[in-house]
């Protein structure tokens, strides 16, 4: 694929977005019509149109577009690093590693403020993926030696949480639709919360384009061309988690979307490394919006957790990966 032909697929993917966030604004107790959002985005008045719609849909809608870009540059990178199909955050033990430690933070030791939950599950994701990374041999041996080192790690922190949860007494059920992911009542300050984070993780792939391109080669080729990869490695590692550490707070863990979303992106074949990561992203972005838009609309005026519409859309991506035993991870050049 030529650089024109990314430019407007990536486009076209953006374009999507819009329309799924647009559509965002209309469901829910009150329906509005197209006009109706139309209306009140141009022109906010202060009534209750447009408090549903500035204070309510669109920041949620927001909040779920960039979760899905930054967990899909999460896994983009993740792969990279391991030149592992099946690596993404919730598969290497990322996302549990930094959601347990939330959970002990916000039972044990409530005085302590939210603003820190992303430090927090920052370094719970780096050390359960530096677990996994050693279980699986660097990252280097099988995928389903990553998988299994993955999910070991993600049962076990998973059993922590559970246990903590049945000690929280009432404050049990709403960690337990946190722990579903979901972007139920999310706002404009959330939003503001989560976006550094997943600016950094993004940015900081954009930045690197060309060491994450050598990265799609072998150690020794990568070395050979100049590349220090004790220095990179924990480089893009953190980077790869930062994302992560900023979403969980924020919307819980969202399955699959770092697996899912990268794959896709690669069979589109886009251009070079930077338009690999921009695609990557905006796919992300997509899922998640569109999975938000069916968890909040197939059971109004309920709604089910995104977790569940990712990890059902999700699923059978991973089952078709998982019996592709011959797949490989290809990376592009820059």
Not at 5 to 27: D, E, H, Y
Not at 64 to 82: E, K, P, W
Not at 112 to 129: D, E, K, R
Not at 247 to 274: D, E
């Amino acid at each position: 694929m030529d650089a024109r032909r990314s430019v407007l697929v990536i486009a076209i993917v953006v374009a999507a977005i819009l329309l799924v966030v647009l559509l965002g604004l209309l469901p829910g107790a009150k329906m509005l019509t197209v006009a109706d959002a139309t209306q009140v985005l141009l022109a906010p008045d202060g009534k209750v149109n447009s408090i549903l719609v500035w204070t309510l849909r669109l920041p949620r809608s927001l909040v779920a577009a960039f979760a899905g870009a930054g967990l899909a540059v999460s896994g983009y990178l993740l792969q990279t690093l391991t030149r592992n199909p099946l690596a993404d955050p919730g598969i290497t033990g990322v996302t549990a590693g930094a959601v347990t430690p939330i959970v002990c933070c916000f039972v044990f030791l409530p005085w302590l403020s939210s603003a820190y939950y992303p430090f927090v599950g920052l370094a719970g994701g780096l050390a359960a993926a530096a677990v996994t990374f050693w279980v699986s041999k660097g990252g280097q041996g099988r995928p389903l030696h990553l998988a299994l080192g993955g999910v070991s790690i993600s049962l076990f922190l998973g059993a922590i949480t559970i246990y903590v949860l049945l000690l929280t007494g009432p404050q049990s059920t709403s960690l337990l639709f946190w722990l579903s992911g979901g972007f139920q009542g999310r706002s404009w300050p959330h939003l503001v919360y989560m976006l550094p984070w997943v600016a950094v993780g993004i940015a900081g792939a954009l930045a690197l384009h060309r060491v994450i391109g050598m990265f799609a080669l072998s150690d020794h080729a990568a070395a050979g061309m100049g590349l220090q990869l004790n220095f990179w490695k924990p480089v893009l590692l953190v980077l790869g988690v930062c994302p992560v550490a900023g979403i969980a707070p924020v919307a819980g863990p969202v399955a699959f979307v770092g697996l899912a979303a990268p794959h896709i992106a690669r069979l589109m074949k886009p251009r070079g490394t930077v338009w690999e990561i921009g695609l990557c992203a905006a796919i992300g972005a997509l899922i998640v919006t569109v999975a938000d838009l069916v968890a909040r609309t197939i059971a109004i005026p309920k709604e089910l957790p995104v977790g569940i519409i990712t990890a059902l859309l999700g699923g059978p991506v991973f089952i078709y990966l998982i019996q592709r035993g011959r797949l490989q991870f290809r990376g592009s050049g820059s």
